[in-house]
């Protein structure tokens, strides 16, 4: 199949860590590969954020990704980006009337937004991943939420429009309810891990005496990384390892790292917490099994991809109980849930996993078990593999349909909205 996909502020070749750098990147430039893998001619599209990116990469065998010149060459926070996105769509459309896709796939809200428009007039059907609904992230952020105004309604419809929602766990399809979408137009296929990466087995960090907690991805308030400094306080003896963020030299000129050293000082544990600054992804897993567990409690998350390499690693994961980490850690078997925002439930369910060393074993194992049964790539591009081929064979029917003057079937059926 010849498959397209659009990620308009998260390119698959972006350095990790930032704020707007982290889960989208790492799953559209997976998924890409293994879809490539296995046998698909698959493009991605994202913004021109450089003047000197060529036009076209090889990211992979059968997989290039297409730098889009749509507003100036230079990074723009994610939330800034509507205003480019008719060009983006634009672009979209002129490549695609040269190259027909058989699927689309969006990545993002304004990705769809996108994708939408290019493909009206061309009938190519579309698939929807929204890795993070505004309805979520206002209910949580609220006056922090920085999306733009028109995400309110545009973002529902996309959803609508879409011909199909791939949705990253169960929870986002109950919240997809709300935009009128049919919980049988959405399916749910998670992310994957790179289980040759992440794995029990391989180096290990260095490290010392003390039971090591682990905190790692982006450096932003929501992640929770103050939550966890907050229960170092009570969790006598353990050290608290954060990575992410910067690299480590510009640590100290990053408001948010600035702010969780104070809160460290505050509650007397600035001894005890060692922030590395960004980790190349590569060194990840060496960091995971170095820790004894690894505490990732956001406010909110869509999906989560730290519990579930942390479990490939063999490593407890304690996961605040939202979103994605009710489908990927179950409480008490592969991993121990907390309620967000919660230090001193976190610090409770930290020393239960600190002070049974037999216990911690047999999480670590289980959670390896599940990991690597559930979350490979391979099986995840298996999966959308399927979601397209349905959707390139629903679309084609409809057009011979069409053609013969019978009726036009859809995947979304009645709840996919006029485009206009």
């Not at 450089?50 to 990074?75: F, I, K, Q, S, T």
């Not at 994605?324 to 020393?351: E, K, M, Q, S």
Request: include cysteine; charge should be neutral.
């Amino acid at each position: 199949m010849i498959i397209h996909m659009v990620s308009e502020h998260a390119s698959p070749l972006a350095v990790l860590g930032g704020a707007d750098a982290g889960g989208q990147n790492v799953h559209v430039a997976a998924l890409a590969t293994a879809l490539g893998a296995r046998g698909h001619q698959v493009t991605v599209h994202t913004r021109r954020d450089a003047p000197d990116l060529p036009d076209r990469v090889r990211l992979a065998p059968g997989v290039v990704v297409e730098h889009v010149p749509a507003g100036p060459p230079r990074p723009i926070p994610k939330d800034e980006l509507l205003p480019h996105m008719p060009r983006f769509a634009e672009w979209l459309g002129r490549r695609w009337l040269s190259e027909r896709p058989d699927v689309v796939h969006a990545h993002f809200w304004m990705s769809g937004y996108a994708a939408l428009a290019a493909a009206r007039d061309l009938d190519v059907p579309v698939a929807q991943t929204f890795h993070a609904l505004g309805s979520v992230k206002r209910r949580y952020q609220r006056e922090a939420d920085t999306s733009p105004p028109e995400r309110r309604w545009l973002e529902p419809r996309v959803a609508r429009e879409a011909d199909v929602v791939i949705a990253t766990c169960s929870s986002e399809v109950q919240e997809l309810c709300a935009y009128r979408v049919h919980p049988d137009s959405a399916v749910v296929i998670p992310c994957g891990v790179d289980l040759e990466l992440f794995r029990p087995r391989g180096p290990v960090a260095p490290r010392g005496d003390r039971p090591r907690v682990l905190s790692i991805g982006r450096m932003v308030p929501r992640k929770g990384i103050d939550t966890v400094i907050a229960a170092l306080a009570a969790v006598p003896g353990a050290e608290l390892v954060v990575a992410g963020g910067p690299a480590l030299p510009e640590l100290d000129g990053d408001a948010e790292a600035r702010r969780l050293r104070a809160l460290a000082a505050e509650y007397g544990v600035a001894d005890r917490v060692v922030f590395t600054g960004r980790v190349p992804h590569e060194e990840a897993p060496a960091l995971m099994r170095s820790a004894d567990v690894v505490a990732s409690v956001p406010w909110y998350e869509p999906f989560g991809m730290v519990p579930v390499e942390a479990m490939a690693c063999g490593t407890p994961v304690v996961a605040s109980a939202v979103g994605g980490h009710l489908d990927t850690v179950i409480d008490g078997v592969t991993g121990l849930h907390a309620p967000p925002r919660d230090p001193a439930a976190l610090a409770g369910r930290l020393r239960e996993v600190l002070g049974d060393e037999r216990w911690r074993s047999r999480l670590g194992r289980t959670g390896a078990r599940r990991a690597h049964a559930l979350y490979s790539w391979d099986r995840i591009a298996a999966t959308t593999e399927s979601v397209y081929e349905r959707l390139a064979g629903l679309r084609a029917g409809a057009a011979v349909a069409g053609r013969a003057g019978g009726p036009a079937g859809g995947l979304v059926g009645s709840t996919k909205g006029a485009r206009s």
